[in-house]
């Protein structure tokens, strides 16, 4: 990486011991890293934005919400973070009404490089813009904020695990600070050797600050999550390749994600729901069209079938529909209460 000493990137390759965080950093936002590369995230796995177009049209719905929750202002700002490259942020706009889509302004943000064929119209940006009315909406962008693993040693004592760019692990030294305190709050740790737990500090400090980027509005979380006294007891942390699972080696190679504690990301007046729940109140539904319309539309019956077999994926229990989202107005009641 630019301003790194030879000496600093050959102790890399020779196999420098390092916390999952600097490790995660460098393998998905490195120069070379598995984000920053051309296929993008959409060529190693399906999120919701991939699965259907009615998660845009859902999350338009959300927005036209906030827009009357808001008084209609003159520009309507919504902040795709972790943008991809920028399929919700497109789709949304696509989707909204002429009315609200002349008032609308898009925001993609991301590290990865601008795509060539992006609209012009949605800028390009690397941190969420600042004093925005209007949603900032973060599809699975928390989970791959890098984060601190922890693991409970022989002793009984939490320990920060330290990984090599091959993947190998060992024990380091105890955690503490911050981290320490983090971990007794939010994910206390039995003192069984082995039980293992990723420290959710930095992704409560990242969507602490995406959030308050807004003036009014909403900010939402959409993520692989799990919240106090359902916490997993070797922790999630994985790799993702060419839409498989794969061991976790930050190399660059494969994506690296670990669920969220959404719970302690919550600010103020936020609020936890299932994506089938937010979904269902967007009115997103998996119900089967009525036979009958495929005597009198046979091709209106097989987009309807279409279309339930996508929100039937998009709210599926022990699926997508699993998903925690995290709402936090911000000025404005809930708008979808």
């Not at 177009?53 to 338009?60: D, N, T």
């Not at 399929?87 to 008032?103: D, H, I, K, S």
Request: overall charge negative.
């Amino acid at each position: 990486m630019a301003g790194e000493t030879a000496g600093a990137v050959a102790g890399r390759t020779a196999g420098e011991w390092r916390g999952w965080r600097a490790a995660t950093q460098e393998a998905l936002y490195g120069e070379q890293g598995f984000y920053r590369r051309p296929e993008g995230p959409a060529g190693h796995f399906r999120t919701s934005v991939h699965a259907s177009p009615l998660f845009a049209g859902a999350v338009a719905r959300l927005l036209c919400r906030v827009d009357e929750a808001l008084g209609r202002p003159t520009s309507l700002g919504f902040v795709d973070m972790g943008a991809g490259r920028g399929e919700l942020v497109t789709g949304v706009l696509a989707a909204l009404p002429p009315e609200v889509a002349a008032r609308a302004r898009g925001y993609a943000v991301e590290l990865a490089d601008r795509p060539v064929d992006l609209d012009h119209r949605i800028e390009w940006l690397t941190e969420p813009p600042v004093g925005v009315t209007g949603l900032l909406f973060a599809n699975e962008w928390l989970d791959n904020v890098p984060v601190e693993v922890a693991e409970v040693d022989a002793a009984g004592m939490p320990r920060l695990v330290l990984v090599r760019r091959d993947g190998t692990e060992r024990l380091g030294e105890p955690v503490a600070g911050a981290d320490a305190e983090w971990l007794a709050r939010w994910w206390p740790l039995p003192p069984e050797p082995g039980a293992r737990a990723e420290i959710g500090l930095p992704r409560d400090t990242a969507w602490a600050a995406a959030a308050a980027t807004l003036d009014r509005g909403l900010a939402v979380a959409v993520d692989y999550a799990h919240t106090a006294g359902a916490r997993p007891p070797f922790g999630t942390l994985t790799g993702f390749r060419a839409g498989r699972g794969a061991a976790p080696v930050p190399d660059g190679s494969c994506d690296l994600t670990a669920h969220v504690a959404l719970d302690a990301c919550a600010g103020p007046g936020a609020r936890l729901l299932t994506q089938r729940e937010a979904l269902h109140a967007l009115g997103v539904a998996g119900g089967r069209p009525p036979l009958s319309l495929a005597s009198t539309d046979p091709a209106a019956y097989v987009r309807a079938l279409a279309g339930a077999g996508e929100a039937a994926e998009l709210t599926a229990t022990g699926g997508l529909g699993d998903f925690g989202w995290l709402v936090q107005p911000a000025g404005i009641a809930d708008p979808l209460l």
